[in-house]
């Protein structure tokens, strides 16, 4: 048995899973839609296909002295658990596919044990199925997600015309790129870091004290909600031109209208906030699944009222500087 160390971003997933073994809450799924004649042989193969391709998919986790290791297995047997759902009353169907998907997406993994990959097939009708897809986030992030649904597509197309899938050549595995990220994440380089981070934080507000209708719990429940809403199309254009007009980002002018509103709720001028990064900087990692995304920290100080052009530069020099450093 062979023990890879772990990338930085698993290590912190590891950490936290073992503080809530059980917990569901660092799974990623996904639902895919299919409709026509299915070759079910077919999509059992272009799975394991896709496991064969990328090893992180085949991944387990020992600890080994309170330590997490990668371990790669040479397994690719993917177990399709199929649900049959046509005996349920077509009124019913639709409604009871989605309790099922949500029943099994919520079943947490066993990080030592493996597989840290599930599939799950319904079949709501003659000619119609939902693949639910099922990753913990040690293996994968929302990147990967695009990436694997769209390896699955080109490889079933592929297996049905008899032509190549034309997936480009993976010139590394995640094991080697956790391998250089320890290696480059050392010695001078971690001071620097730590150097430039503990200057930029230096005296900030932990928590902004929001208006809230409740007291904050002491017990995190992760009872939640969101709301969805849509922008009116002449709004949508407006901003992005002001955008344009000030050689930014929308990402920018929508965050720095967050600090704003913030600002605003809570009286506070130093702000924040945690924005996460795909953190893909090398072109080697473009088409590898696994989980590389990072949170990256921007702090936004308001004192002074500035004005919102003054505002907007910060806000982007701010980001500019971290993606930098993250």
Same mark, same amino acid.
């Given at each position: 048995m062979q023990f890879f160390p772990t990338s930085f971003a698993q290590l912190r997933i590891w950490f936290l899973s073992q503080l809530e073994p059980d917990s569901p809450h660092y799974n990623i799924p996904a639902a895919v839609s299919l409709k026509g004649a299915l070759n079910v042989p077919v999509l059992e193969q272009v799975l394991t296909e896709i496991i064969e391709r990328h090893e992180v998919l085949r991944t387990r986790f020992e600890n080994v002295d309170g330590e997490p290791m990668q371990v790669v297995t040479s397994d690719v047997n993917l177990k399709l658990s199929k649900h049959d759902l046509r005996e349920v009353p077509l009124e019913l169907?639709?409604?009871?596919?989605?309790?099922?998907?949500?029943?099994?997406?919520?079943?947490?993994?066993?990080?030592? *044990?493996?597989?840290?990959?599930?599939?799950?097939? %319904?079949? %709501?009708?003659?000619?119609? &199925? #939902? $693949?639910?897809?099922?990753?913990?986030? +040690? +293996?994968?992030?929302?990147?990967?997600?695009? #990436?694997? #649904?769209?390896? !699955?597509?080109? %490889? @079933?197309?592929? /297996?049905?015309?008899?032509?190549? *899938?034309?997936?480009?050549? $993976?010139? +590394?595995? @995640?094991?080697? !790129?956790?391998? &250089?990220?320890?290696? &480059? $994440?050392?010695?001078?380089?971690?001071?620097?870091? $730590?150097?430039?981070?503990?200057?930029?934080? *230096?005296?900030?507000?932990?928590?902004?004290?929001?208006?809230?209708?409740?007291?904050?719990?002491?017990?995190?429940? @992760?009872?939640?909600?969101?709301?969805?809403?849509?922008?009116?199309?002449?709004?949508?254009? /407006?901003?992005?031109?002001?955008?344009?007009?000030?050689? =930014?980002?929308?990402?920018?002018?929508?965050? =720095? /209208?967050? @600090?704003?509103?913030?600002?605003?709720c809570t009286g506070q001028k130093d702000f924040v906030i945690g924005s996460p990064t795909a953190n893909r900087n090398q072109v080697e990692t473009e088409h590898l699944i696994g989980c590389f995304v990072n949170t990256l920290v921007l702090r936004a100080d308001l004192s002074g009222d500035p004005t919102y052009r003054e505002l907007l530069e910060r806000v982007r020099h701010t980001v500019q500087e971290a993606y930098v450093h993250q």
């Open positions: 169907r639709e409604s009871e596919a989605q309790l099922l998907a949500r029943e099994l997406v919520r079943r947490p993994f066993d990080l030592a *044990a493996g597989p840290l990959l599930r599939a799950h097939l %319904l079949r %709501l009708h003659d000619e119609e &199925w #939902i $693949l639910v897809l099922n990753l913990h986030h +040690i +293996i994968a992030d929302g990147w990967s997600m695009g #990436i694997l #649904i769209g390896e !699955f597509a080109a %490889l @079933y197309e592929a /297996a049905g015309s008899g032509k190549s *899938a034309g997936l480009p050549e $993976l010139p +590394i595995q @995640y094991v080697d !790129f956790a391998h &250089w990220e320890r290696e &480059w $994440l050392q010695g001078d380089v971690v001071s620097d870091h $730590l150097l430039y981070w503990k200057e930029k934080l *230096a005296g900030v507000i932990q928590h902004p004290e929001l208006p809230h209708d409740e007291p904050r719990p002491r017990v995190r429940s @992760y009872r939640g909600a969101h709301l969805d809403f849509v922008l009116p199309p002449e709004l949508s254009e /407006a901003v992005k031109g002001f955008s344009k007009r000030e050689r =930014t980002s929308l990402f920018v002018t929508l965050l =720095t /209208a967050f @600090y704003a509103l913030l600002s605003r």
